[in-house]
């Protein structure tokens, strides 16, 4: 599933912060590119959230829609509508699939004596499990 996605990104000092209607989400970035990779990967992480737990997309707002509720959520502080209006492209089936490919760390126990033989020897023992895992589940 893809999408794309009205975004506001707004300078403040040196951050650059985000506000994505849509999903009601705020996150911020070191650069006016960094905040709209961080408004991908926050969009993302939602969308992916829903998708697991079956859960609604909010519909994508118009133009004047995303405005509106900017306007609408701003405070005596801060109004995102004042900012920059952008898209963003989320690709929800790819983001989730790099999620479920990353690295997860697992205990396992072993005898001392093999543990220092493999050692020894150089072995991975990250590699060596996940061979006989892959082995194992076909």
């Known amino acids: 599933m893809k999408n794309v996605y009205a975004v506001f990104i707004a300078q403040k000092d040196s951050d650059y912060l985000v506000y994505i209607p849509d999903f009601e989400i ?3 970035g070191d650069s006016f590119f960094d905040a709209i990779e961080m408004a ?6 939602d969308g992916v959230y829903r998708l697991e737990h ?3 997309f909010p519909e994508v707002s118009s133009k004047e829609e995303a405005i509106q509720k900017a306007k609408a959520d701003a405070d005596d502080i801060f109004d995102y509508s004042q900012g920059t209006l952008t898209y963003v492209d ?3 089936d790819t983001y989730r699939a790099k999620l479920r490919n990353k690295a997860v760390k697992k205990n396992c126990t072993l005898p001392a004596w093999l543990a220092e033989k493999a050692e020894l020897q150089g072995i991975n023992f990250s590699r060596v ?8 589940i076909g």
């Open 26 to 28: 705020y996150t911020e």
């Open 40 to 45: 991908r990967d926050a969009i993302a992480l």
């Open 54 to 56: 079956n859960q609604e």
């Open 90 to 92: 989320v690709d929800f």
């Open 129 to 136: 499990l996940q061979e006989a895992l892959l082995q194992k």
